[in-house]
């Protein structure tokens, strides 16, 4: 958890995601999708977590 929202491209198709969210009740992975949809600019709608629902490393699909 952070307190600041920050997206950081780390290398390739890596990055690093910090949202202010806890990790409870998924409101950190809403979290995330809203931050990597404002980065990507597109709509919450096409940025979909593919696997890692519950682990810090996940992978995401922005469509």
Do not use: D, W
Request: aromatic fraction near 6%.
């Amino acid at each position: 958890m952070s307190h600041e929202e920050k997206v950081e491209k780390i290398e390739g198709s890596h990055f690093l995601v910090c949202v202010p969210e806890p990790p409870q009740n998924g409101l950190a992975n809403k979290g995330i999708v809203r931050a990597l949809a404002k980065y990507f600019q597109v709509a919450p709608s096409r940025v979909v977590i593919k696997k890692g629902f519950t682990s810090k490393q996940k992978t995401v699909e922005i469509i």
